[in-house]
């Protein structure tokens, strides 16, 4: 299990990468909008990853996430929403490609990251 620490200052570029840490075959995208369950975020409503958390939110909340690998995907982007306000898209790679998990929210992480690695160039 791991620890993310989610402060004002840090940037997403830096969640993102505390994040990959962990899970080397996953990605983590932060957005404006809210996706709905199974539903994929734009393009055009992604985050840069020079934006600080503070910049990025809209809950007025600091603190530590926990992410291990048994936890859904769903449900780490559900905390990211309702703790901190921000809309978070895991991605898994497949081919070289960055897929986003709508269709398999309901996997965990490790499974997610698990079949990515098999699927690596």
Excluded: C
């Excluded at 990853?49 to 048994?70: F, K, P, Q, V, W």
């Excluded at 559900?78 to 986003?100: D, T």
């Amino acid at each position: 299990m791991s620890e993310i620490k989610i402060v004002d200052s840090k940037t997403i570029g830096e969640i993102q990468n505390d994040f990959q840490e962990h899970f080397p075959f996953l990605k983590l995208a932060f957005y404006k909008a809210k996706h709905e369950e199974g539903q994929g975020s734009t393009e055009k409503d992604k985050l840069a990853a020079n934006l600080t958390i503070g910049e990025a939110r809209n809950r007025d909340n600091e603190g530590e996430l926990s992410i291990h690998g048994n936890q859904k995907v769903s449900t780490l982007e559900q905390a990211f929403h309702e703790i901190f306000g921000l809309n978070a898209q895991v991605f898994r790679k497949s081919k070289g490609l960055w897929l986003q998990t709508t269709s398999t929210d309901n996997w965990t992480l490790s499974e997610q990251n698990r079949t990515a690695e098999e699927l690596a160039d």
